[in-house]
């Protein structure tokens, strides 16, 4: 179903900050019906006055770790009625830990990167997909990254998780044949977000060095592009969008000034 008025019921995962919220605010200001969640609720509770306040039909705000199968099963298999009929999924909870030599790397912070980044894109996938197969209509639109067209050095996991996420997507689209459900990855390259400040775990002296002398997208950039590819005819499905500023030429080359 492509956004073109109000009324359309919308799942973002990872909505509390960043390009999550961004695109939240997007589909609030189209009218859109919001479901909205994060592992935190707090931040949650406040953005659902925004969007409210920017437009939205409704919104339902809860807590969620997508890691979690059993939390993604128990808690999506059973929303209330009136917000099961899912139309656009955004499956964009993901983070990064820490910038490691792979052979050096915590293994807990390669067991955290997995599970949100690939095992919580698919727990969420599988809980709300089947629906969108019944009704006959659905959009899920994945977050990706640069990082999964390019491995860089010292991060090896999350731009496999990344690589990951576009052969899923890839995969999604071939096995909805047949089905009127769209499957799009947005893949965007660097992004003012809290992004490094997670991957450096709070570290902002290392977090303000990523976006030094740069321009960085915005999240709001991001999230013109998922709603744009939402907007799109219901016969034109966008495969992927590879996205940076015009700093960025890939994960590798950047134009740093000063």
Known sequence: MAITSGGQTVLITGASSGIGRAT??????????LLICSRRL?????????????????VYAFALDVSDRLAVER????????????????????????????????????????????LGLLHVTRAIV????QRGIGHVINLGSTAGHMTYANGTVYCASKAAEMAISEGLKLDLMGTPV?????????????????????????????YANITPLQPSDVADAIVWVASRPVHVNIHSMLITSIDQGNSMVLNRRG
């Open 24 to 33: 939240a605010l997007a589909f609030a200001n189209l009218g859109a019906r």
């Open 42 to 58: 707090d931040p949650l509770e406040e953005l659902a006055r925004e969007l409210t306040a920017a437009g939205a039909e409704g």
């Open 75 to 118: 808690t999506l298999y059973s929303l209330p009625e009136e917000w099961r009929d899912i139309d656009i999924l955004v499956n964009n909870a993901g983070l990064s830990r820490g910038l490691t030599k792979v052979y050096e790397q915590d293994p807990e912070d390669w067991q955290e990167m997995v599970d949100t980044n690939v």
């Open 130 to 133: 089947p629906r969108m197969v």
């Open 182 to 210: 769209r499957v799009t990855s947005i893949d965007p390259g660097m992004v003012e977000t809290d992004f490094s400040r997670v991957r450096f775990r709070g570290d902002e002296e290392k977090a303000a060095k990523v």
